[in-house]
Structure formats: structure tokens, C-alpha cells
Nanobody, 116 residues
Framework: QVQLVESGGGLVQPGGSLRLSCAASGVTLSIYSVAWYRQAPGKQRELVARLGRLGSIYYLSSVKGRCTISRDNARNMVYLEMDDLKPEDTAVYYC??????????WGQGTQVTVSA
């Protein structure tokens, strides 16, 4: 059974930093692309960052330069380092893994709130 469990969210002041973690189980992470999405209240879910199986990287333009996605295949972990956080980064952040023919899986989400 595939399971993704996010952690690391919380309340942070503007300009602060957070590191989100996603622990994957029941899969061999190396065969999947990994990604972080977020959904703010009243808005559609959007892709924040994606790290392909072979190393290709995408960042949402509004987070480029402030976020870093990484993975540790040996530990089945995915990370999102977020710096210089802004109130508009407030959202529930979801971990996602996708493999062609392997499935598309989501975590339950972790809340990030950026507020003074």
C-alpha cells in the first residue's frame, strides 16, 4: 500500500523559512517524479515544484529563487525548502509522486501559514 506523509508545516512570520518533508512508503521512489502542490482557500490546487525522475526541475514562477525541491531515494523522502516566505504562500501543501504506468499518489497535506 502506497502512503505519503507530509510534515514540517506550521505558522511562520513573513521572511521566515520552512522545510517540508514527505515520507513515502510502499514504493520505490527512484522510479517516480516527485512534486509539491499547494491549495489556498478558495483557489485551485497549483504545482509549486516538480523534480523529475532524471533530474529535470520545474518551479512555479512566484516561488522561483525561494524554494528548493529535493529527494533522497535511499530514504524514500521528498523535501521542499522554502525561504523568504510571504503571506501569499499560505496554503495546504501536498506531496505528489507520479510514475508512468506506476500510479499517481498524494499525501494528506500539511498547512503552511505565513502571518505576522
Amino acid at each position: 500500500q502506497v502512503q505519503l506523509v507530509e510534515s514540517g508545516g506550521g505558522l511562520v512570520q513573513p521572511g521566515g523559512s520552512l522545510r517540508l518533508s514527505c515520507a513515502a512508503s510502499g514504493v520505490t521512489l527512484s522510479i517516480y517524479s516527485v512534486a509539491w502542490y499547494r491549495q489556498a482557500p478558495g483557489k485551485q490546487r497549483e504545482l509549486v515544484a516538480r523534480l523529475g525522475r532524471l533530474g529535470s526541475i520545474y518551479y512555479l514562477s512566484s516561488v522561483k529563487g525561494r524554494c528548493t525541491i529535493s529527494r533522497d531515494n535511499a530514504r524514500n523522502m521528498v523535501y521542499l525548502e522554502m525561504d523568504d516566505l510571504k503571506p501569499e504562500d499560505t496554503a495546504v501543501y501536498y506531496c505528489n509522486i507520479f510514475g508512468l504506468g506506476q500510479g499517481d499518489y498524494w499525501g494528506q497535506g500539511t498547512q503552511v501559514t505565513v502571518s505576522a
